[in-house]
């Protein structure tokens, strides 16, 4: 993970916007301003100096952060069956089913887009906000409440 402009890392409550639960689907959950590579200037930490053949802009710094530190938003869901068997004869029953998926009819949504830009075509660093969608959640997962009956006849 990188960090804009003095440090090289960046903890998860920093960069997050939003919890993981109660999610605004239309709003970025991560900063993606804290994800800036934080460049190393020529002759510093290891980087060549700039010479007659120009300068190595692009050299960055690994963070310090850890692997995994974010979560995808919080998702619940409730299914429910019912099942009520009736005795017609010794030889047949009836068994009367109803499933219920997603019973309260509650979104998940899929984690946060990683689409990013900082460089278009290596030119120059940026200076601007990047582009992509980074943190941005687009899909939910799963489907809708989906009830079911169903009807066994047992012999």
Request: glycine letters at 6%; one cysteine or more.
């Amino acid at each position: 993970m990188f960090r804009a402009a003095t440090s090289s890392s960046c903890a998860a409550k920093q960069a997050q916007l939003q919890g993981i639960t109660g999610v605004n689907a239309g709003q970025p959950v991560l900063n993606a301003l804290d994800f800036y590579p934080v460049f190393v200037a020529p002759g510093t930490n290891g980087v060549p100096a700039c010479n007659a053949a120009g300068c190595d802009s692009y050299e960055s710094l690994f963070s310090g952060s850890d692997r995994n530190i974010f979560r995808a938003p919080f998702q619940t869901r409730v299914d429910m069956s019912l099942a009520k068997e009736f005795l017609i004869t010794d030889r047949f029953k009836l068994r009367f089913k109803f499933d219920a998926y997603n019973l309260f009819n509650h979104p998940d949504f899929d984690a946060p887009n990683n689409d990013v830009v900082f460089f278009n075509d290596y030119e120059a660093p940026p200076l601007a906000v990047p582009k992509g969608s980074l943190g941005i959640i687009q899909h939910t997962i799963g489907s809708s409440r989906f009830p079911q009956f169903a009807l066994h006849l047992k012999f």
